[in-house]
């Protein structure tokens, strides 16, 4: 069964990139709609990014669109998120999660999926 490791999370300064990786084993994850949510403290979980599968499409939230891209290599087994011009309000654990309805990044949730993994943290502070 499908296996997911988020990594790439970690302390930048406002304005910083970073690139979280969600790897996957056990299945092919091109098979997959994959999502990306995140979690700040003592907030609800929030959809951020998701890739279709199949010919991709892809999804943002409002609060990340234009700095944030979501891609695959699927030779690698591997969803990205590249994560650039980050701010405060983005620190936050993040969780890749598959399958998901890509549409449901627009909604508060539920976030139904089979699979998801451990998280990454990610923290923005000058």
């Known amino acids: 069964q499908l296996q997911l490791v988020e990594s790439g999370g970690g302390l930048v300064t406002p304005g910083g990139s970073l690139r979280l990786s969600c790897a996957a084993s056990g299945a092919t994850l091109d098979d997959y709609a994959v999502g990306w949510f995140r979690q700040a403290p003592g907030k609800a979980r929030e959809g951020v990014s998701c890739i279709s599968s199949g010919v991709d499409g892809t999804y943002y939230a409002d609060s990340v669109k234009g700095r944030f891209t979501i891609s695959r290599d699927n030779a690698k087994n591997t969803v990205y998120l590249q994560m650039n011009s980050l701010q405060p309000e983005d620190t936050a654990i993040y969780y890749c999660?598959?399958?998901?309805?890509?549409?449901?990044?627009?909604?508060?949730?539920?976030?139904?999926?089979?699979?998801w993994g451990q998280g990454t943290q990610v923290t923005v502070s000058s």
């Open positions: 999660a598959a399958p998901v309805y890509c549409r449901s990044i627009y909604y508060s949730g539920p976030y139904e999926a089979d699979y």
